[in-house]
């Protein structure tokens, strides 16, 4: 499933996919991989200054993580263009979720946040329900 958010011209999208070849539902170890694209729709060129995370495990559980960058880049992004990577999470549940946001700067010096939308780590080791 693809996740997408718009916040001031910019679109984020994320797609999560649960990685088996990596997890151990044995020992409570479970990883996903997510690829994000991040479009610029807006009429100004933006730079990636920096990553918010916040991860919740199935028990509510939650990790924040802030960096720089993604995938240690700081990209620039033009109107009309997109950057694309890909990263991963892993879990000590089989299903959780991941909120985000990103700090931008435009051409103008003008910091702003750009919303990552929650998205779902579901894996094929717990049934889903629907809240």
Same mark, same amino acid.
């Given at each position: ?14 797609? @999560?996919?649960?990685?088996? %070849? $990596?997890?151990?539902? &044995?020992? !409570? ?5 997510? *690829? ?31 960096? @720089?960058?993604?995938?240690? %880049? $700081?990209?620039?992004? &033009?109107? !009309? ?5 890909? *990263? ?44």
């Amino acid at each position: 499933m693809r996740y997408a958010e718009t916040t001031a011209g910019i679109t984020v999208e994320v797609e @999560p996919h649960f990685l088996e %070849e $990596q997890s151990s539902p &044995a020992d !409570g170890h479970y990883v996903w991989a997510y *690829s994000v694209r991040i479009a610029n729709h807006s009429a100004a060129r933006v730079q990636l200054l920096s990553r918010h995370w916040w991860i919740t495990d199935a028990l509510g559980r939650t990790q924040e993580v802030r960096g @720089p960058g993604v995938v240690g %880049e $700081q990209p620039h992004i &033009a109107p !009309g263009e997109a950057f694309e990577y890909a *990263s991963g999470a892993p879990l000590p549940t089989a299903s959780g979720m991941m909120v985000g946001s990103y700090q931008l700067i435009g051409e103008d010096g003008r910091q702003f946040d750009v919303a990552v939308p929650a998205f779902s780590l579901d894996s094929p080791h717990e049934p889903m329900t629907v809240n």
